[in-house]
């Protein structure tokens, strides 16, 4: 194998933890550096505030990880606008990596959830030039704060003898407070397992938990029986943040989005390493 599908089958990122200060920079078995750190926090400052500017500033920022404008496109439902940058696999097989680009509560919605789409956009800038097995769309949802509007729409376009091509859903909402975790009550067992597994190789300290009343994107797809995994990077004072005017760039630990980062591009390349039916 060459070493872009080495990358994606073997790829586990050792970093030495603490309290979520960044101690090292950790390369693919090719040398290539993935995001930094300071990266992610640059684009977490660079946070659009208000609604009517989040679907360009998402556009902007796939731009400036290498998208093309030809590979952005914007699928416009009836009353919703998702953004959607597709990576070609070898095969027809699928997995989604999402994030919702809309935010509540009066500040700028910086950790809820422009963290989980600096995620999204700095995973496909590291992912998007190395072989996967299966073809990977790389998602903003619209709406997730108006009742998963985007998402449901975009399951909803899956035609039914479609659904089989698509292998995992992994969504990414609300980081910046903590190591990443999932939330048990939108993910589904097997790929709940996955992600412990990961972090054990990684050495990272692994949480799970249902968040009470609360849901995201994920739920969408597991209500179509495509396997769903939901991780965040929240700590048990979220509630004092999201929906509020406390949700501002300043309150993001840029750490905990690069850990999410990191985290997250790991469990998508053991994904992709799995048979399709891996998870169901």
Excluded at 61 to 78: H, Q, T
Excluded at 96 to 119: L, R
Excluded at 171 to 200: C, H, R, W
Excluded at 248 to 257: G, L, M, P, R, Y
């Amino acid at each position: 194998m060459n070493s872009k599908q080495i990358f994606l089958r073997t790829l586990i990122v050792l970093v030495a933890v603490s309290v979520l200060a960044v101690s090292a920079i950790a390369q693919t078995p090719d040398g290539r550096v993935p995001s930094t750190a300071d990266e992610i926090g640059a684009d977490i400052n660079a946070v659009p505030c208000k609604n009517k500017d989040r679907l360009e500033g998402v556009k902007k920022l796939f731009l400036a990880k290498g998208a093309s404008e030809a590979e952005i496109k914007i699928e416009d439902f009836k009353n919703v606008e998702n953004l959607v940058v597709e990576k070609q696999g070898k095969s027809k097989e699928i997995i989604v990596v999402g994030a919702h680009y809309d935010e509540e509560g009066g500040g700028c919605g910086a950790i809820d959830n422009w963290s989980g789409i600096v995620i999204v956009a700095n995973l496909y800038q590291t992912m998007k030039d190395f072989d996967t097995e299966k073809t990977i769309k790389f998602v903003a949802f619209g709406k997730e704060e108006s009742g998963l509007i985007g998402s449901k729409a975009m399951t909803n376009a899956i035609p039914k003898d479609e659904r089989l091509n698509y292998c995992a859903m992994v969504n990414l909402d609300s980081f910046g407070m903590a190591y990443p975790q999932v939330m048990t009550s939108i993910s589904d067992s097997k790929l709940v397992d996955l992600a412990e597994e990961t972090a054990k190789k990684m050495q990272y300290p692994f949480g799970k938990a249902s968040i009470l009343g609360a849901t995201s994107d994920s739920a969408s797809f597991m209500s179509i029986k495509i396997p769903s995994l939901a991780i965040h990077g929240l700590s048990d004072k979220w509630i004092q943040y999201l929906h509020t005017s406390r949700d501002v760039s300043k309150n993001v630990n840029a750490s905990s989005v690069y850990y999410g980062y990191l985290f997250s591009l790991n469990v998508i390349a053991a994904i992709d390493s799995k048979t399709c039916d891996a998870f169901r």
